[in-house]
Each structure stands twice: as structure tokens, then as C-alpha cells.
């Protein structure tokens, strides 16, 4: 009952989708590549990032910004420190240890989504990422803790699957 009360008066909304505000010259100015760079720079770079932002959040903060879940299940983990509580939103899945979020699966970010080729993941991501065969990784320093982006890739070479998450967690 007291859960439903509390729910009740949360104020509920759904972020909107994220567009990068990256600015690009025109394709005369510069090469495709140049372009591409211009575009990774300003979407990886740039703070405070939606994306960055739920990493660290408490659960009171988390529903006050996007409200209740739309469902919440347990994923297990190899040991038993390693279970996580799973708030499911259209954003994404928020992983939930002990009082914060740690992890986020997301429906897409930084202009990847589901089903984009290896190499077009590669070019937005940008020279610094590790390509680790079935997944890609990014380490990015945030102002408050390191993160890592790590998009897993599929047998066809195509994005599967994106994640932003504390690696120190």
C-alpha cells in the first residue's frame, strides 16, 4: 500500500529520445572522415550526457525522473554479489545494486541502435574504442567515475545489444 501511495504522487514522464546536437561543416569543408570525427567528438565528449547521467542515481531519483518501471525482475549474477534488480523502462534496462543504478542496457544511445553494422558502430564510437571481436568497448572518464560503453555485436557483425556502466563497480 505505502508503495502505491508514493508511486501515486511520483511525477511521472519519459525523457525524449536523444538527438546528439553534434554541428557539422558542410561536406565540401571537410572529408567524410573529418565529418565522422567531428560527429564522434561532440557525442562522446560532450557533458552532462543523458546517458551518463542515470549511471550513480538512487532509486528515489531514478523514479522521480522517469517514474514507475514498466516492469522489475532479477537478474542473476555468477555469484551471489553479482545479482542485480532490473527497473525496465522504454529508455532501457537500469540495473539496480543495493541503492543505485550501476548499469543501463539501453534501447539505443549515441546514435546506435540495434541491428547498425560493426563498422558504422565502430566510425561513432571513434578511434579509442577497443574492437573485442563479439562486442566493442569505449572507456570514457565521466566527472564523477569511469565509465565504459560496450556495445555486443551479433554473429552477423551487428550491433546486439549497448550498455553504459561503471567498470569500478
Not at 565540401?28 to 565522422?36: F, I, K, L, Y
Not at 557533458?47 to 525522473?65: N, T, V
Not at 550501476?102 to 546506435?112: L, R
Amino acid at each position: 500500500m505505502k508503495y502505491f501511495l508514493f508511486f501515486s504522487f511520483v511525477f511521472l514522464f519519459i525523457l525524449p529520445s536523444f538527438s546528439p546536437n553534434a554541428v557539422m561543416l558542410p561536406a565540401q569543408e571537410q572529408s567524410a572522415s573529418a565529418a565522422a570525427n567531428a560527429v564522434v567528438s561532440a557525442a562522446v565528449t560532450e557533458e552532462p550526457r543523458r546517458e551518463f547521467s542515470y549511471i550513480g542515481l538512487k532509486l528515489p531519483e531514478l523514479i522521480e525522473r522517469l517514474g514507475a518501471p514498466k516492469s522489475v525482475s532479477a537478474a542473476r549474477g555468477n555469484e551471489l554479489w553479482q545479482d542485480d534488480v532490473v527497473f525496465q523502462y522504454n529508455e532501457g534496462d537500469f540495473f539496480i545494486f543495493k541503492d543505485r543504478v550501476w548499469q543501463v542496457k539501453f534501447t539505443s544511445a549515441y546514435g546506435i541502435s540495434p541491428g547498425d553494422p560493426k563498422q558504422a558502430v565502430l566510425l561513432v564510437l571513434g578511434e579509442s574504442a577497443e574492437d573485442k571481436g563479439d562486442h566493442l568497448i569505449l572507456p570514457v572518464q565521466s566527472k564523477d567515475w569511469p565509465l565504459m560503453i560496450r556495445v555486443n555485436l551479433n554473429s552477423a557483425g551487428r550491433a546486439a545489444s549497448i550498455f553504459i556502466y561503471r567498470p569500478d563497480f
